[in-house]
């Protein structure tokens, strides 16, 4: 209400990529010990994963090509594809990866969220179920799923509940700012 009276503030393209990749940072920093420590307690695994630490960077992954995915839903086209882009070079440029290989492995992390969470659009569904396909969680459950490959319903239910924190809300950045 107050920034229709006063007018959006105006951020650059650069800085909200900026802004976005440091959230992302900050995300998986946060959260993936959450999400590790959910996964390694959940008595509905016949064995514990034992994820660590050391193993958020798919989580980073995962949180990057979700929002991403997101993104294209929110903001008109070609915002969407510059942010992607500006995103994807910062997010390499901090690990000192290549800009390519990281952009089509994001691509392909959202290709995979999508046909796994087909015919629904809702990400922090895809993104839970991309969280059980990239650490292969299938071979810690009981035999039902781990044969038929998909996730325990009542541990992903508590997945998608925190992978819900995970997941920026675009609309109201796009509410809030104006891309300039």
């Not at 590790?36 to 050391?54: D, M, Q, R, S, T």
């Not at 459950?141 to 675009?170: H, S, V």
Request: aromatic fraction near 12%; hydrophobic fraction near 45%.
């Amino acid at each position: 209400m107050i920034a229709t009276l006063f007018g959006k503030k105006k951020i650059t393209e650069d800085k909200l990529a900026n802004v976005f990749v440091n959230a992302v940072f900050e995300l998986t920093a946060e959260g993936f010990p959450t999400i590790a420590a959910e996964l390694n307690e959940a008595p509905e695994f016949e064995v514990a994963p034992e994820l660590g630490a050391e193993d958020d960077r798919v989580f980073g992954l995962i949180v990057l090509a979700g929002n991403l995915l997101e993104i294209q839903r929110v903001v008109g086209p070609g915002l969407d594809r510059r942010i992607f882009s500006l995103g994807v070079s910062k997010y390499a440029q901090t690990f000192n990866l290549n800009c390519s290989e990281l952009e089509d492995k994001v691509r392909s992390l959202q290709s995979l969220m999508s046909r796994l969470n087909f015919p629904s659009k809702n990400t922090v569904y895809a993104m839970s179920k991309a969280i059980f396909h990239e650490y292969d969680l299938f071979c810690f459950q009981d035999a039902y799923f781990r044969e038929q490959r998909n996730p325990n319903p009542i541990i992903l239910k508590r997945i998608n509940t925190l992978m819900g924190y995970c997941l920026w809300n675009w609309s109201e950045v796009m509410d809030q700012y104006k891309v300039v």
